[in-house]
């Protein structure tokens, strides 16, 4: 038998279908079904905007946020829509004139006081508005079930082309599962969308590359023509307009169609792509007068929103958050240090790593490069381009390059991670095959299973767990998720010299003077950050009614003290030049005692039920 015949005797679609009737059946039912306002406890990261702008065009049918827009939001959201993203609008005048190019174009600020508008982008609200029309807000979760379900078929159909059903089904339901991209669900956020566009390009584009075409499923033949090149150009245009960083995606397409030498389908690729950003920014210019929606007066909101009081102008409250060109964070001095570490920390990271939050990602690369005589020429134009969209953000934002404190993994690289699935070669093992699946809910699966608390507790699966073991990002201290719970990051202590200690678990109990108790049986773990230099952390620990031994340690140093009952001992932790961190110096160090009390159960007098290891007084010294 030939190769073709026996790939066309493999090939199956039901497997897939059935497996993507499951992914839309579970996650459609929670949509439909569930309270979001209270499920979702409020708004977190940019969803306020997104929500509002969705609402609006699902009800007004404009992306102008008025005084309506506010009160409808409390309807659901009694805290009001924090973080929302505003801008003021402007208008344009457009004029003939005799001169080349013949056309004169001035703006000038909107006259009209009642109205502002969104400084997002419109796409995801857009793709969202039909849904929340018919479904409410819970349309945005049903948006986001159908995306699930959407790239589930397209993985599963890409990897059956090459490899046996049942290993196509658990690479391709791995490869989202084992992920942090269920997580996400629950988000009113374009991150799912991104993925999805991004995943579904390459999927039109490269699916004609693996299947026979004998053996095509019914209903994929046109993925075999020239108009699959024409929608995945389309596709990642629209991908680009939703996030701007995702623009090197398109070049494989692009360079593949020169390499085969289809010039004209290349031409035409090339145009779909430009053509679609044109028009998308053609939208923003037609609702707010700029092509830039992250430009011009651009304000985010907490607590009092524009036109809550009349009184106050809008331009009297909130923060100045405008991006008005295109910034990179360099300085010779630490941009070496910056670049390794991040690259490092991309992929090992406790709280932005592939590793814990995209596994399978990690594996198709792994795979990848294992195969050999398996690989495809293409795959590397696929490979170049995902090491580029990492090097993108890490050397562009490197002090953010995850989507601040309070994103869960890394949600900026969740689009660019979709690429990550045509890295895979052919495979036969069902043993290997699993391992996303297990590897992704080892580190996971919390945040899948749990998706609303995740969301709104982004600190917390990394108190615990395989996850702990991994390095925390030096480079990103001040936007951690850590940051989220203001008693916990910035801390300021010192008598003589004033330092800051961000606490990176529960384990440490709330700051009472100048000092802390740690949680007795437990390893409590600090950020100790300082603007001038320091020879050494002076911890002075002080023991309870009962005997316990403190363990100190700060990279490969480590020192074991043990302490009487009510004992104090002072113990100095030598410090380095530190990580240089926004013209400061940071340390990570952690403290914990083998030993714990109870106050309450100590002293009838005390209401502490508190379990308690040791009292830590920490001084900076010259």
């Known amino acids: 038998m030939t190769a073709s015949?026996?790939?066309?005797?493999?090939?199956?679609p039901i497997p897939g279908l059935i497996a993507t009737a499951l992914v839309f059946c579970v996650y459609a039912?929670?949509?439909?079904?569930?309270?979001?306002?209270?499920?979702?406890?409020g708004f977190h990261s940019d969803e306020a905007t997104y929500y509002m702008m969705a609402h609006s065009l699902a009800t007004d049918g404009d992306l102008a946020y008025r005084r309506e827009d506010l009160a409808r939001v409390y309807r659901e959201f009694p805290s009001g829509p924090s973080g929302v993203f505003l801008k003021k609008g402007r208008d344009l005048d457009v004029g003939v004139t005799d001169a080349f190019p013949f056309v004169a174009v001035s703006s000038k600020s909107d006259m009209d006081t009642a109205q502002l508008f969104?400084?997002?982008?419109?796409?995801?609200?857009?793709?969202a508005a039909p849904f929340v029309a018919l479904f409410g807000t819970n349309g945005f979760l049903l948006l986001n079930a159908v995306l699930l379900a959407a790239m589930m078929l397209a993985g599963y159909l890409f990897l059956n082309a090459r490899s046996s059903p049942v290993v196509a089904v658990l690479l391709a339901s791995g490869f989202l599962m084992g992920s942090v991209a269920p997580a996400y669900y629950v988000w009113i956020t374009p991150e799912l969308l991104n993925l999805a566009l991004v995943m579904l390009g390459y999927f039109c584009w490269l699916y004609k590359e693996v299947i026979d075409p004998g053996a095509a499923p019914r209903g994929t033949r046109w993925l075999l023509t020239g108009r699959s090149d024409?929608?995945?150009?389309?596709?990642?245009?629209l991908a680009t307009f939703s996030k701007p960083s995702h623009l090197p995606l398109i070049l494989p397409i692009l360079v593949w169609l020169v390499v085969r030498k289809r010039w004209k389908r290349m031409v035409a690729a090339a145009c779909v792509f430009g053509l679609t950003g044109v028009i998308l920014l053609a939208g923003s210019i037609a609702v707010t007068g700029e092509w830039n929606f992250q430009g011009g007066d651009r304000r985010t909101y907490y607590a009092q929103y524009p036109f809550q009081d009349n009184k106050i102008p809008w331009d009297a409250i909130g923060q100045d958050r405008a991006t008005n060109r295109v910034e990179i964070l360099f300085d010779r001095r630490v941009f070496g240090t910056l670049l390794s570490h991040n690259l490092f920390y991309f992929v090992a990271g406790r709280y932005s790593g592939m590793l814990p939050y995209y596994f399978p990602g990690l594996f198709a690369m792994g795979a990848f490069l294992l195969a050999r005589r398996r690989r495809r020429p293409w795959q590397w134009l696929v490979l170049a381009v995902a090491v580029a969209e990492i090097l993108l953000l890490i050397i562009w934002i490197p002090d953010n390059y995850f989507g601040g404190g309070g994103a869960v993994g890394n949600r900026y690289f969740m689009g660019a991670y979709g690429v990550f699935l045509f890295l895979l070669p052919p495979m036969e093992s069902v043993l290997a095959a699993l391992v996303p699946w297990v590897v992704g809910a080892i580190f996971s699966g919390a945040l899948v299973l749990n998706p609303f608390f995740a969301a709104f507790n982004p600190a917390e699966h990394a108190k615990q767990g395989p996850v702990r073991l991994l390095p925390v990002e030096l480079t990103l201290v001040n936007d951690l998720p850590i940051n989220t719970r203001s008693e916990r990051a910035r801390v300021w202590f010192g008598t003589q010299r004033r330092f800051q200690i961000y606490f990176l678990d529960d384990n440490a109990y709330a700051r009472e003077d100048l000092d802390f108790w740690t949680r007795g049986q437990s390893r409590a773990e600090i950020l100790v950050k300082t603007v001038e230099p320091a020879s050494g952390l002076e911890l002075t620990v002080q023991a309870g009614p009962e005997p316990t031994t403190v363990t100190v340690a700060r990279g490969w140093w480590k020192t074991r003290v043990a302490l009487n009952a009510g004992e104090t001992r002072a113990v100095t932790v030598p410090l380095d030049e530190g990580f240089p961190y926004q013209g400061t110096r940071v340390w990570c160090v952690s403290v914990s005692s083998d030993k714990g009390f109870v106050p309450a159960f100590v002293n009838a007098a005390s209401e502490d039920r508190r379990f308690l290891g040791v009292r830590v007084t920490p001084e900076i010294k010259n």
């Open 29 to 41: 039912g929670i949509a439909v079904s569930v309270d979001f306002s209270r499920a979702a406890f």
């Open 118 to 127: 969104y400084g997002k982008s419109y796409l995801y609200a857009m793709t």
């Open 230 to 237: 024409l929608v995945a150009a389309l596709l990642l245009g």
């Open 5 to 12: 015949g026996t790939a066309s005797r493999r090939i199956d």
